[in-house]
C-alpha cells in the first residue's frame, strides 16, 4: 500500500555534500518515525539517523556532527544532508518509515536503496 522512493545518491569526492531524499507515497494516514539505514560491502545494515514524528532526532557516532536528518510532513518525505562525506560512509543507503496506513495498521516499510560512493 506504500512506497519510499529515494532519490540523491551519486558519487562525490572525500569532503563532498550530498542530499538524500525518501518520499512515501500511497495509502497513507500518518507516518511515525522515519530513518536512514546503510549497508555497506560485507556488513550489516546500519543505522544512520532517525527522527520522530515530533522532530526528535537520533544519529549514529560515526556520522553525528556531519550528517543532518529532518522531514518535510507536508510532502511525506525525509531527508538526509550529508556533508564532509568519507570512504567509509559508501554504501546503500535504504529510508525506513513507521507508517499508518488507512486500514490504520502500522507497518515498516523500506526504500530499495542508493548507493552513495566517496572516493579519495
Known amino acids: 500500500q506504500v512506497q519510499l522512493v529515494e532519490s540523491g545518491g551519486g558519487l562525490v569526492q572525500l569532503g563532498g555534500s550530498l542530499r538524500l531524499s525518501c518520499a512515501a507515497s500511497?495509502?497513507?494516514?500518518?507516518?511515525?518515525?522515519m530513518g536512514w539505514y546503510r549497508q555497506a560491502p560485507g556488513k550489516q545494515r546500519e543505522l544512520v539517523a532517525t527522527i520522530t514524528s515530533g522532530g526528535s532526532t537520533n544519529y549514529a557516532d560515526s556520522v553525528k556532527g556531519r550528517f543532518t536528518i529532518s522531514r518535510d510532513n507536508a510532502k511525506n518525505t525525509v531527508y538526509l544532508q550529508m556533508n564532509s562525506l568519507k570512504p567509509e560512509d559508501t554504501a546503500v543507503y535504504y529510508c525506513?518509515?513507521?507508517?499508518?496506513?488507512?486500514?490504520?495498521?502500522?507497518?515498516?516499510?523500506w526504500g530499495q536503496g542508493t548507493q552513495v560512493t566517496v572516493s579519495s
Open positions: 525506513n518509515g513507521e507508517i499508518v496506513v488507512v486500514t490504520f495498521e502500522s507497518y515498516a516499510y
Open positions: 500511497g495509502s497513507i494516514f500518518s507516518i511515525n518515525a
